[in-house]
């Protein structure tokens, strides 16, 4: 039953690393985008800006970040990828997550209030979308065992909730 699903695997993948390209690549766009809304720049190109920052945001960024999220959380059941590199690719890209909601909160800033116009120097918000971006993708392709740590039994294994059809082998 559901076999499709398991043969989908790659469509499954596909998904996920376009989405995280376009979620990943907009997260380091929006830096520089935000850096030209400073009171510097006139109103016309101002408005201009704005209005694209934010269509970045909403409409591409953060659907890719669902979609990312998304795809990958089949993934994790369809590989029964139940093993430690994940655990410490998923704390990073919490910390993904949390730089995202930190330039979300950055564009309504600048939307709502106009007096705000000065965002924080793009350097700081890149290097903090960098930093989770460069560990998760040696994590997730090197996939370490993470040997030296004691994981309990219960994180490694599934607990009985199985997916209604067999996952391919490794
Ligand atoms: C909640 C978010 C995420 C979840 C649940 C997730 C989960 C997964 C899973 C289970 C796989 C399949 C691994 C395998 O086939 O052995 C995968 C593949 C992959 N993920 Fe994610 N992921 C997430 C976010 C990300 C992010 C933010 C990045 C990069 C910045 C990323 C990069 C990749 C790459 C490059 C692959 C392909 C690895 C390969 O096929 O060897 N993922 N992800």
Request: proline share 9%.
């Amino acid at each position: 039953m559901l076999d499709w699903l398991v043969s989908a695997i790659p469509i499954f993948k596909v998904v996920h690393i376009a989405a995280l390209i376009m979620w990943c690549g907009g997260l380091l766009a929006l830096p520089l985008m935000l850096s030209r809304h400073g009171p510097s720049v006139m109103a016309d190109d101002y408005r201009m800006i704005r209005h694209a920052t934010h269509i970045t945001y909403t409409l591409c960024v953060t659907p890719a970040a669902v979609i990312a999220v998304i795809a990958g959380t089949w993934l994790i059941f369809l590989r029964e990828a139940f093993e430690p590199w994940l655990f410490a690719k998923l704390a990073f890209v919490a910390l993904l997550v949390a730089s995202h909601a930190w330039i979300g909160h950055i564009v309504a800033k600048v939307a709502e209030e106009p007096t705000h116009q000065n965002p924080p120097q793009p350097f700081f918000v890149v290097v903090a979308v960098l930093i989770p971006i460069l560990v998760i993708l040696p994590l997730v392709l090197a996939k370490p065992a993470f040997d030296w740590i004691d994981f309990p039994e219960w994180l490694l294994t599934p607990r009985g909730g199985q997916l209604p059809f067999d996952v391919p082998s490794r």
